[in-house]
C-alpha cells in the first residue's frame, strides 16, 4: 500500500496539469501498455476522463464515449476540452486527447456527482469465485505461450482470472468469448470512477478465449460509472456477443466488493484475424 | 407499402441536404416525438448518421455514440460533420446537429461498409413470440392510462409489444425493467443501418415496466450495427441493469427476422421520478 503522501501509479500516470498559456498537458506513461508500445485505451479514457472533470463544475465522469482515431505514443501529450451544456445535475464536454501526430482519442464526456445512494433496482451479481482461488495473470507472465505479449498494464492492474475462463493460458481455450477476473491496483490504490475507466478495458481481448491471441484494437468505446466503488477488489466480467464480418463487440460489467454494479462499458473492436 | 419513386416517411424525415455556401441542413419533423414537443432521440441520431455516412467514403454507420445537450425543435436544423481519421476499413467524424437554439446533439461517428458475411460466433436469439400474438401500440392508443401520451413515432414505427412486456399498459406492470416488441417503419420501410439507429431508441422507457411512465431523457446514447439487416420486422429488446441515485441504463438489442443480431446499444438516461 502507498503510503498517504505517495502518489499511487494511477494517479501519476494519468496526472493532468494546466500548461502555462492555457489548456492542459499530461505525460502518458509507457509502463501502461498492452504490447508493442501501445497503450491500454482504458488507460487513456482515464486521462480524458480527469481532464474533463478538471474543468467540470461535477466531481466524476458518469457517461464516456471515446473514438481511438490512433494510437498515441507515450510521451508528452495535450488534451482539450470544450464545454456543452451544464447544470445542476450534470455537464457535457468534448475532450481530445493529441500528441506529437495529432489528435489520438476523442471523447465526449458526461460529468455528474455521484452519490452513495442504494439502488431502486439492480440484476443481482453472478455467483464468483473467490479472488484466491483465481489465476494471477502477473504472477504468471512467464507462461505466456509465443505469440503472447503479457502487457506492462497486467503489471499495474492485478488481474485474477476465473480460472473458468483463462484456459487459454494454458492452451485450453473455452470457445466462448468470456473473461472474468478480480481486478486491483497492484499498488493498493482503491477503485474510483477514474479507474472504473481503465478498469473497463483492461482484461485481454474476449478473442483470447476463442483461441485467437492477435490484438484487438479498439474503434469506439462507451463506459458507464453507475456508482461509487467501494474499496478492495474489483469483479469485471467481459463478454462477446457477435464476432462477424471482421469486428467484435466486447461488453464489460464491474461490480465492487460488496456486490454493487458499478461500471457497464461496450466497445466496439476490430477482430483479430 | 409505399411505391418505388415514394420517398418513406423515415427517408423525408431524416432527409439531409448541401446547403449552399457549405454545410449540411435538415428539417426535424415534428411527427416523430416521444411527447410535449420532444422529438425521439434514435430518429434525431438516424438525422446525424445520415450526415456522417453523406461526407464519409463508407456507406454505414457501424459506431455512433450521441451526447442529449438539449432538446432541438422541430424545423429547420443544420449539421456539421467535422472529419478524423480515416482508411480503408472505417473512418471516424463528429457531427453536431444544431437549431436556433444552438446544439443540441454530437455525435461521435464511425463509419465503415458492412457485408452480408456470416457470423463466426453469435448468441443465439431468444425464444421470441409470433408477431400476430404480439400487442399493437399504435392499435391502442385510446386504451393509453391517463398520463401515459402514446408518441407520434408509434405511428411511423409500427411496434408490437411482447405481452409477457406488455401488462403496464393494463396497470400490471411487470415489475422488471425489460421490454421486447417486433419492429418496423409503418409504411414498410425496409430496415438498413440508419433505420437501426432510430430502432435503438423507439421502445417506452423500461422504467414503464416498472408501472413509472414518467419521461426518462437520454444523457448518451452508443449504438453498434452489426450487420445489414435483412428485410421485414426487427425484434427489439431492451432492459436495465440498474436504477440508482437518479440515473438508469437501456440496453437494447436488435435481430432481424432472420434471427441475425444486427444492432446493440447503451443508453444512460435520466430516471423518471
Redesign the interface.
Known amino acids: 500500500m502507498p503510503q498517504d503522501d505517495d502518489v499511487t501509479a494511477f494517479d501519476a500516470a494519468t496526472a493532468v496539469e494546466r500548461a502555462e498559456g492555457g489548456g492542459l498537458v499530461t505525460r502518458l506513461d509507457p509502463g501502461w501498455d498492452v504490447g508493442g508500445g501501445i497503450l491500454n485505451g482504458g488507460y487513456l479514457l482515464s486521462v480524458a476522463g480527469r481532464a474533463a472533470v478538471l474543468e467540470s463544475p461535477h466531481d466524476h465522469p ?2 464516456v ?3 481511438y ?2 494510437a498515441p505514443a507515450a510521451g508528452p501529450a495535450s488534451l482539450s476540452v470544450v464545454p ?2 451544464a447544470g445542476r ?2 455537464a ?1 464536454s ?1 475532450v481530445t486527447l493529441s500528441d506529437a501526430g495529432g ?1 489520438a482519442l ?1 471523447v ?1 464526456a ?1 460529468t ?1 456527482t ?2 452513495g ?7 443481482p451479481m453472478p455467483d464468483v469465485p473467490p479472488v484466491e482461488e483465481c489465476f494471477s495473470v502477473a504472477e504468471h507472465r512467464h507462461l505466456a505461450p509465443p505469440g503472447v505479449h503479457v502487457p506492462g498494464l497486467s503489471l499495474k492492474v492485478d488481474t485474477r482470472l476465473d480460472v473458468a475462463t483463462a484456459g487459454w493460458a494454458f492452451g485450453q481455450p473455452s470457445g466462448e ?1 468470456v473473461l472474468r477476473a478480480w481486478m486491483r491496483f497492484a499498488d493498493g490504490r482503491e477503485p474510483d470512477p477514474l479507474a472504473l475507466l481503465t478498469f473497463a478495458d483492461a482484461l485481454p481481448p474476449t478473442s483470447f478465449a ?1 483461441g485467437n491471441t492477435g490484438w484487438a484494437p479498439t ?2 468505446l ?1 463506459v ?1 460509472v ?2 461509487l466503488p467501494a474499496p478492495g477488489w474489483c469483479f469485471v466480467e467481459a463478454r ?8 467484435v ?1 466486447e ?1 464489460y ?1 464491474i461490480w465492487d466488493s460488496t456486490g454493487r ?1 458499478v461500471a ?1 462499458s ?1 466497445q ?1 473492436a ?2 483479430p484475424r
Chains 1, 2 share one sequence.
Open positions: 458518469v457517461a464515449s471515446a473514438s482515431l490512433r456543452g451544456t445535475t450534470l457535457h468534448m489528435p476523442v465526449q458526461t455528474a455521484l452519490t445512494e442504494p439502488s431502486d433496482y439492480a440484476e468469448p476463442m474503434v469506439q462507451q458507464l453507475r456508482a462477446s456477443s457477435q464476432i462477424a464480418g471482421g469486428w463487440d461488453d460489467r454494479l457497464q461496450r466496439l476490430r477482430a
